[in-house]
């Protein structure tokens, strides 16, 4: 671990704050992370991890490239020393063998041994889990059913499609029935029927009552198969939202107006909790369905031309881009 500079050591201080005792109970949570922070040499690449992810729970990550996505994953796994703070995996703390044996991973870039087949492939993960050569017997063509390759069993791997290998990759990361999952990118390389059987998997882990940490950028997949999503930035969880209460209470207007001053915009701000004005598009997260009316009377009255004005639900991508900004890519 390299030294870290004065000017990152004050930055910390000045950015890292005491963080309030979670409000859940810590034997029902999965993840339990406090200022997690990792810095290489002069980098900060996790400025304060602080997350709490519930058992059985799907749990989305979110951020733009370079947000510390996978070093806080890589911490939790034990697989990036963190520079400070503290961790729980499954109650104990990260690098603990015994919770090491109960989760599964599925990295972004993963490498199998080619020459191997599939069957075999399950094996020997099975094998590194210490799982039973008879129960093995039984499970590996159950994960291989799972995920669609019984018929590709004896093939090997050098011999794969990408979605045929990003499938096997799924299969070894549920073959030790782990009680949390961690999926970084899941659905990559994956047709529509390949994202389907995905969803399917990951619902079906969570009614098993495993816990599921998702890292995706189809925001779309997200929004449907997660529970709750944290937004990260800058190494920072910037919000979590309830994907319950965020599908019943995000209320937007898209508008197409004219003549449009910078006194009405500010006004704006008194019936949502953002205004954005591109040209002629206004488009407003409402603090409340009803004020849609009243918005509308608002730009009249103050001799603002509206073609079209329309209620829309904003969806977790229109969060994504309110939270951090339209200039970052996941």
């Given at each position: 671990?390299g030294?870290?500079?004065?000017?990152?050591?004050?930055?910390e201080a000045?950015t890292?704050?005491?963080?309030?005792l979670?409000?859940?109970p810590r034997t029902?949570?999965a993840?339990s992370?406090?200022?997690?922070?990792?810095?290489f040499?002069?980098?900060i690449?996790v400025?304060?991890l602080t997350l709490?992810v519930r058992?059985?729970?799907v749990f989305?990550f979110?951020g733009?490239?370079?947000?510390?996505?996978?070093?806080?994953v890589?911490?939790l796994?034990?697989?990036?020393?963190?520079?400070?703070g503290?961790?729980e995996v499954?109650g104990?703390?990260?690098?603990?063998l015994q919770?090491?044996a109960?989760?599964?991973?599925?990295?972004?870039h993963?490498?199998?041994?080619?020459?191997?087949?599939?069957?075999?492939?399950?094996?020997?993960?099975g094998r590194?889990y210490?799982?039973?050569p008879?129960?093995?017997?039984?499970r590996?063509?159950?994960m291989?059913?799972?995920?669609?390759?019984?018929?590709?069993?004896?093939?090997q791997?050098?011999h794969?499609?990408?979605g045929m290998?990003?499938r096997i990759g799924?299969?070894?990361s549920?073959?030790?029935?782990p009680?949390?999952l961690?999926l970084?990118?899941?659905?990559?390389?994956?047709?529509?029927?390949?994202?389907?059987?995905v969803?399917?998997i990951?619902?079906s882990?969570?009614?098993?009552?495993a816990t599921?940490?998702l890292n995706?950028?189809l925001?779309s997949?997200?929004e449907?198969t997660?529970?709750?999503?944290a937004?990260i930035?800058?190494?920072?969880?910037?919000?979590i939202r309830?994907?319950n209460s965020f599908a019943e209470?995000r209320n937007?207007?898209?508008?197409?107006v004219?003549?449009i001053?910078?006194d009405?915009?500010?006004?704006?701000?008194a019936?949502?909790?953002?205004?954005l004005?591109?040209s002629e598009l206004?488009?407003?997260?409402?603090?409340?369905?009803e004020?849609?009316?009243?918005v509308?009377r608002?730009?009249v009255?103050h001799?603002?031309?509206?073609?079209e004005f329309?209620?829309v639900?904003l969806?977790l991508?229109?969060r994504?881009?309110?939270i951090?900004?339209?200039?970052?890519?996941?």
């Amino acid at each position: 671990m390299g030294v870290v500079s004065s000017s990152i050591r004050d930055q910390e201080a000045e950015t890292l704050q005491p963080e309030p005792l979670p409000t859940v109970p810590r034997t029902e949570l999965a993840i339990s992370a406090r200022r997690l922070r990792k810095v290489f040499e002069d980098k900060i690449a996790v400025r304060g991890l602080t997350l709490d992810v519930r058992r059985g729970e799907v749990f989305g990550f979110l951020g733009p490239n370079g947000a510390g996505k996978s070093t806080s994953v890589k911490m939790l796994l034990d697989l990036v020393k963190p520079s400070s703070g503290d961790a729980e995996v499954l109650g104990r703390p990260i690098g603990d063998l015994q919770a090491k044996a109960r989760i599964g991973f599925l990295p972004e870039h993963f490498r199998f041994y080619d020459w191997l087949t599939a069957t075999e492939l399950l094996r020997l993960h099975g094998r590194l889990y210490d799982i039973p050569p008879e129960a093995l017997r039984h499970r590996v063509p159950t994960m291989l059913e799972t995920v669609g390759l019984s018929p590709h069993s004896k093939k090997q791997l050098r011999h794969f499609s990408k979605g045929m290998l990003q499938r096997i990759g799924l299969a070894q990361s549920l073959i030790n029935e782990p009680d949390l999952l961690f999926l970084d990118e899941p659905t990559s390389g994956l047709d529509p029927v390949g994202r389907r059987l995905v969803r399917d998997i990951i619902k079906s882990e969570r009614e098993r009552g495993a816990t599921v940490f998702l890292n995706s950028h189809l925001l779309s997949e997200v929004e449907v198969t997660c529970d709750r999503v944290a937004f990260i930035k800058a190494g920072e969880v910037i919000e979590i939202r309830d994907m319950n209460s965020f599908a019943e209470g995000r209320n937007g207007i898209r508008a197409r107006v004219t003549g449009i001053s910078e006194d009405v915009l500010l006004g704006l701000h008194a019936f949502a909790s953002s205004v954005l004005c591109d040209s002629e598009l206004l488009t407003m997260n409402l603090n409340g369905p009803e004020l849609a009316p009243r918005v509308l009377r608002y730009l009249v009255e103050h001799g603002v031309e509206v073609f079209e004005f329309t209620p829309v639900r904003l969806s977790l991508e229109d969060r994504f881009l309110e939270i951090l900004g339209a200039d970052h890519g996941l």
